[in-house]
Nanobody, 127 residues
Framework: QVQLVESGGGLVQPGGSLRLSCAASGDAFSSIALAWFRQPLGKEREGIAAIYPPGTSSYLGDLMKGRISISLDKAKNMMYLQMNDLKPEDTAMYYC????????????????????WGRGTRVTVSS
């Protein structure tokens, strides 16, 4: 069973940076992919980026491309999302997810591909 716990969110000014962390336990690093999603208040959850264990390959969606990087540290059982040049429209709850089932895999940023989720960490971009 996979357990995921996000951290690193907070209040940041426009143009600032944040690094989100996802502590993964269980078989997370045996999954097809690990990913970051975000959900603005009142809106649908959207995919940001995915990474394929052991971390040599990743997929960045268009949502924040050019301003983010995703990485894994298997020794620490951690996944990271570095976000730069943050904008007010990046304000959202950010979630990490693990895709552990091949029968539901539909692509790296498809919600339905992921069967384990953390509880999220809130990011607020405001001056």
């Amino acid at each position: 069973q996979v357990q995921l716990v996000e951290s690193g969110g907070g209040l940041v000014q426009p143009g600032g940076s944040l690094r989100l962390s996802c502590a993964a336990s269980g078989d997370a690093f045996s999954s097809i992919a690990l990913a970051w999603f975000r959900q603005p208040l009142g809106k649908e959850r959207e995919g940001i980026a995915a990474i394929y264990p052991p971390g040599t390959s990743s997929y960045l969606g268009d949502l924040m491309k050019g301003r983010i990087s995703i990485s894994l540290d298997k020794a620490k059982n951690m996944m990271y999302l570095q976000m730069n040049d943050l904008k007010p429209e990046d304000t959202a709850m950010y979630y990490c997810a693990s895709a552990g089932r091949t029968d539901i895999w539909a692509g790296p940023l498809k919600l339905g591909s992921y069967n384990s989720w953390g509880r999220g960490t809130r990011v607020t971009v405001s001056s």
